[in-house]
């Protein structure tokens, strides 16, 4: 078990939320997401205080709702007061249907569709985040055949340097997100933007890449970004008032992880964005942040029912459960790791290394490998930790595997706040 994480454990058995993970089992099933909402709460809360900390309260969370959307997330993001950032029309639609400020959304996408484009005018998205050329004549247009005004953010890649920071993905010049600063692409877009009908340059976007644990890059990119605004003032006379630096803290999944208190970040970014700008004689722009993962994260652990235990002599054992790629589909992807423990046996030390296998017919289909576990009988309850980000938002349902429900649990209590598929659920649409 990971040193490095806190968890409740009562009578040997984990609790989650004030809540014992054998009564949700028994309550809900398994495989079940479960998501503690305090821990969301309370790290929504902790990025919206460090906007007035930091930047005296001229700046915006946008929780970046990829990592786990659905209706609830978007009623606790309203509640705690900060925005959200949707990458599609159905996390616009479902962001709607609660009744979430359209002027606290930031839209992005590297390829937009009409429709998209035309929902985030008509519902008045407050920060569309224009991606390419292509995307600003089509909105322009759009927008023009609408008589109305698009409040638009460009992409930028700022170029930072992949080389020496080689776990930033969509920050360098070879991304298929946004416009490059090198190549004069990002300039030439700015000054189209500012010439477009029908569209209003709020500012500029960027996005360095995800699970990042050093401060540099943010501050680096920070500079990168505020540098270009003041060379957008120099070169065209508009100051532009928005700074959108994106998301990407790292969390905690094993013990490898080492994430670094938000503040740590905060404080050397929010000095760079100030000190930048004076510099460039700029005034202190509006910044956005769009943490996704890090508010979500931890939050969530999945419950599993193991069945069969496959021991290979001189090979590995097999710990089969019900669930796997289907509702995490992390490490066939990435081959990501988690920690995780036999729920029911909180505080029973690890006694064997073992492959967490899932049920779908595929041999790469794997939660863990090379595991610590306590030894694990069929019937155990075993715990994932921090699938809160990346696992319900990136279910399938292969092998016709229905996706579990989204419990959350708070003070004791526990509510469904999304249904598990039934089998119903898995023909509907079938013709
Ligand atoms: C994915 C993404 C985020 C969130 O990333 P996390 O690593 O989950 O914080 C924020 N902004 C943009 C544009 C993204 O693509």
Known sequence: MNLKRSIQVEDGQLMLGGVSAADLAKEYGTPLYVMDEQMVRDSMAAFRDSMNRFYEGKGLVCYASKAFCCKEIYRIAMDE????????????????????????????????????????????????????????????????????TAQILLRIKPGIDAHTHNFIRTGQIDSKFGLALETGEAMEAVKEALAAKNVRLRGIHCHIGSQIFAVDPFVHAAEVMVGFMGQVKAETGVELEDLNLGGGFGIL???????????????????????????????????????????????????????????????????SVDGG????????????????????????????????????????????ENVPLAAAQPGDLLAVFATGAYNYSMASRYNRVPVPPVVMVKDGKSRVVVRGESLEDLIRNDC
């Open 81 to 148: 007061g900060i925005g959200t950032d949707v990458v599609s029309l159905g996390e616009l639609y479902t962001a709607k249907s609660v009744g979430f400020p359209m002027d606290k959304i930031c839209f992005h996408g590297n390829n937009k569709t009409h429709r998209e484009l035309e929902a985030a005018l008509e519902w008045g998205v407050g920060r569309i985040v224009v991606d390419n050329l292509t995307e600003l004549a089509e909105l322009s247009a759009l927008a023009e055949s609408k008589n109305q």
């Open 325 to 368: 790629m289907g509702d995490n589909p992390r490490y066939i992807l990435y081959q990501s790791r988690y920690d995780m423990i036999l729920a029911n046996r909180a505080d029973e030390p690890a006694s064997q290394m073992v492959t967490v296998a899932g049920r779908c017919c595929e041999s790469g289909d794997l939660i863990g």
């Open 253 to 319: 999944y094993t013990d490898a992880d080492e994430p670094v208190p938000f503040g740590d970040y905060m404080g050397p970014v929010s000095e760079a964005v100030k000190k930048t700008a004076a510099k460039c004689g700029l005034a202190q722009p509006f910044v956005l942040i769009e943490p996704g993962r890090a508010i979500v994260g931890e939050a969530g652990t999945t419950l599993y029912t193991v069945g069969s235990v496959k021991n290979i002599p001189g090979i590995r054992t097999y710990v």
